[in-house]
């Protein structure tokens, strides 16, 4: 088989003509109105949006840099302003158990006047219910009442004191009370003339004094009776006054509420709770020398009772909410339990609910992202829980572990109609599918952002419009045909496939902005290719300083790599290393050894443990193509050991195993290899070279190595065909290409590659099971039988041992 042609240099690079594009700068673009290319992920969110049954939530999966977060909040914006707000939520007190306040639904809109109602008629009553006990119909009223007990008491101990009098006795008032004494003309005795009195008056009056003072006793004994029903027809004259004011005032809100019965009743409620509490609460006067104004309704604990606490208001013609929370911790999700101090204690009720992102989001969407959920203790867990009961139930996260046993709120819970839409890296979908049991019934919705998009004149045209629309968002200048057309070719290169563009919108406006920042240095007023090229080569420069350490160090010889000459036994390979977004290749030295054995390849890297499996696995796979290929009738008997020259960190991957391979075959066969080629590709045990990534950094890896230790023209490096379509180089290496300084050659198979490296036909098997003489693939395969002779001879001359 010949060897493989070197790559021409439009092969290298797919160039963007600047002259199809159509356009003078980008202010003559319309802005890309959609997202690009995201057809498929936009086709799920409209199918979960649509879809009103529980679990219908969405995932929606791609990089950090595809805009992922605002294509979700543009695509929800623009759905829900079609739809109709939901409703009003608050929280009211619960007269019956003040500890479990009471939610109240009201429409969109609502909520806020009940509040402001509320208000008004508590700042009302603070006036006018004072005022309706000032009037002259409550004094005349009260009066009566009054005159009412004291009318009870005149008949009763008047009555008394008459009767007494008639037998001598007086009753007499005194600062302890009521006393009886007897009397002489009018007079009460004194203590030394009753004693003067004979003994049988003494004891007459002593017995008058004691049947008087046992009718006094059973009479005092009525008193707190007649003040109790004293004091409870002045409460019943209150309640009555209390009332009439109070109705009087709710008359109105009443009507405006009288199409809500929740509503109503509460207004109920309230109205029974004043007139029970109206003494305290309205009534009581501060204390004449306490300075200041009055107090506020805040200060006044008891009045907070009847506000109304406003979860969520709405307005119509609001659309359904659309809500991105960036700190989903428990309490933000599902809302808090706030506390005041008050003389050195915390108190709480009802008024210091705060609702959370679910509340706000009720009736619409809600945003979050998915790792940040994840790590937030408790958040996941509260959100599921909200999600799979359709409640909102607001707890501390104390009340979820039963880690406290003071008193606190108990809401009731609010019921939840939400589309939760989860925003993240694919892996957390799919690690989610396999260790949650209850994702899959949460979260039923995938919508998978596409990467990239493919390169086609209408996909450029596209593309152009998206660049207008990012200048437009980022404030900056237009930028002309040229300057757009570097754009997608960059784009192509950062989707590493010359056919496609990426979707990767941070990359592009980093891009853009860091252009413009030079056009502004120089005093343009339009961003051109030059700005765009000086951009790349900026940012390139900016994070290549370990890059550039590691090519010098192979231009003095401390790390060895050969670009010219030819070794049996040794080949370039090339890697990727990526540090942070920068990407670059690097080339290794792979060796070989071989020698007679039992048909094992040994993995130098595995067996020190610095060999990943996909690694490992391509090593195997040599093997299997040495047995497929190779003296088929034959055991493969020999022991070979591949390694990589001077790597001290792990290594995974199988794009090396076609050079593995070629290092091997060229040891078994002692055909020296080309060092001024490098080698990447993956094989199968066919023999069939097979695609890579990171395609462009390999080649732009090995030719700046060849670059400082000096281009001799003859130095190149061979991919696979397959990869061919995935280049976009360099402009530095593209021109060392066209000046025929440096050659990119692309192989489908092995044999392809084997020939281009070592300048010999590898010859193919004949029809009598032979490879042709003086080619590689002859003397690999005698090199095999050979081993396998001496293989034999070692095992028969130990069976003659053994029976010796």
């Known amino acids: 088989m010949p060897p493989a042609q070197a790559l021409s240099p439009e092969d290298l690079y797919k160039a963007c003509d600047p002259d199809r594009l159509g356009f003078a700068s980008t202010d003559e673009l319309a802005p890309l109105d959609r997202p690009l290319g995201q057809e498929r992920a936009v086709a799920a969110l409209d199918l979960g949006i649509a879809l009103k049954r529980p679990g219908y939530n969405m995932f929606v999966l791609g990089t950090p840099g595809s805009a992922r977060l605002d294509l979700v909040l543009d695509v929800l914006k623009e759905r829900a302003r079609g739809q109709e707000a939901p409703a009003d939520w608050c929280y009211v007190q619960n007269f019956k158990d003040p500890s479990r306040p009471r939610a109240l639904q009201l429409p969109q809109g609502r909520a806020s006047s009940l509040r402001d109602a509320v208000k008004r008629l508590v700042d009302d009553l603070r006036i006018v219910l004072p005022a309706s006990f000032a009037t002259e119909e409550y004094r005349n009223r009260r009066q009566i009442v009054d005159e009412h007990l004291k009318e009870r008491h005149e008949t009763a101990f008047g009555g008394l004191d008459r009767k007494a009098r008639a037998q001598g006795i007086a009753l007499v008032r005194t600062p302890m009370g009521f006393a009886l004494a007897p009397v002489r003309e009018g007079t009460v005795m004194k203590a030394e003339d009753f004693a003067k009195l004979p003994e049988a008056e003494q004891e007459r009056i002593n017995k008058l004094l004691q049947s008087f003072q046992e009718e006094l006793e059973a009479t005092m004994r009525q008193v707190p009776h007649w003040q109790r029903e004293h004091a409870e027809e002045v409460r019943q004259l209150n309640r009555e006054v209390t009332r009439l004011t109070v109705t009087s005032l709710t008359e109105g809100l009443r009507r405006a509420h009288e199409d809500l019965p929740q509503v109503t009743g509460h207004i109920g409620e309230v109205e029974n709770d004043i007139v029970e509490h109206a003494d305290e609460l309205f009534l009581k006067q501060r204390e004449e020398d306490e300075p200041g104004p009055p107090p506020s309704v805040d200060e006044i604990p008891g009045l907070r009772r009847y506000r109304v606490n406003v979860m ?181 290169r950062a989707a590493g496939d010359g056919t496609r563009l990426s979707a990767d919108l941070r990359w592009l406006g980093d891009l853009l902005a860091e252009a413009d920042h030079l056009r502004a240095r120089d005093g343009a007023g339009t961003t051109g290719a030059a700005h765009v090229r000086a951009a790349i080569a900026a940012k390139r420069r900016r994070a290549s300083r370990i890059y550039e350490r590691i090519t010098h160090e192979i231009a003095q010889g401390t790390i060895l790599i050969d670009v010219a000459g030819s070794t049996i036994g040794q080949v370039n390979g090339l890697a990727v290393t990526a540090l942070g977004d920068f990407a670059f290749g690097r080339p290794s030295r792979i060796t070989a050894a071989v020698r007679a054995g039992r048909g094992t390849v040994v993995d130098i890297e595995r067996a020190a443990k610095l060999g990943g499996a996909t690694h490992s696995k391509g090593v195997m796979i040599l093997a299997g193509y040495l047995g497929a290929t190779y003296l088929p009738d034959k055991p493969l008997s020999l022991a070979a050991s591949l390694g990589f020259e001077q790597s001290y960190g792990m290594i995974d991957g199988d794009s090396a195993s076609s050079a593995e391979l070629y290092a091997l075959l060229s040891a078994i066969a002692e055909v020296p290899l080309r060092q001024d080629l490098a080698v990447t590709g993956s094989v199968n045990q066919k023999g069939e070279v097979q695609a890579i990534g990171g395609a462009n950094e390999k080649i732009e890896g090995f030719f700046d190595a060849c670059s400082a230790k000096g281009l001799t023209g003859s130095q190149g490096v061979v991919i696979p065909r397959a990869n061919v379509r995935h280049l976009m180089l360099r402009d530095d290496v593209v021109a060392a290409a066209r000046a025929g300084r440096f050659r990119v050659h692309a192989v489908a198979t092995i044999d392809e590659g084997l020939a281009l490296l070592t300048g010999l036909p590898t010859g193919t098997r004949q029809a009598d099971g032979r490879f042709p003489e003086g080619t590689v693939n002859a003397r690999v395969e005698a090199r095999l039988r050979g081993f396998a002779a001496a293989m034999a001879a070692a095992g028969q001359d130990a069976g003659k041992a053994s029976h010796g």
């Open 312 to 492: 969520v208001g709405r307005a119509p013609g609001d659309g359904a909410p659309v809500q991105q929370e960036d700190n989903p911790t428990h309490h933000n999700l599902v809302g808090r339990v706030e506390h005041y101090a008050r003389f050195g204690t915390l108190f709480t009720d009802f008024n210091l609910l705060k609702p959370g992102a679910l509340h706000r989001a009720n009736g619409g969407y809600l945003v979050l992202d998915a790792r940040k959920v994840l790590t937030t203790g408790f958040a996941w867990d509260s959100l599921k829980r909200a999600l799979r009961t359709g409640e909102i139930r607001i707890e501390s996260i104390e009340q979820l572990l039963s880690l406290t046993t003071t008193t606190t709120l108990d809401p009731e819970p609010i019921p939840l109609d939400v589309k939760v839409v989860l925003v993240g890296d694919r892996i957390l979908y799919y690690l989610l599918c396999e260790l949650d049991p209850e994702f899959a019934d949460l979260f039923k919705v995938e919508a998978d952002l596409e990467d990239d998009v493919p390169r086609s004149d209408e996909g450029t045209a596209l593309y152009a419009r998206l660049v207008a629309r990012q200048v437009r968002a980022l404030a900056l200048k237009p930028l002309d045909r040229a300057a757009v057309a570097l754009v997608v070719e960059q784009a192509a």
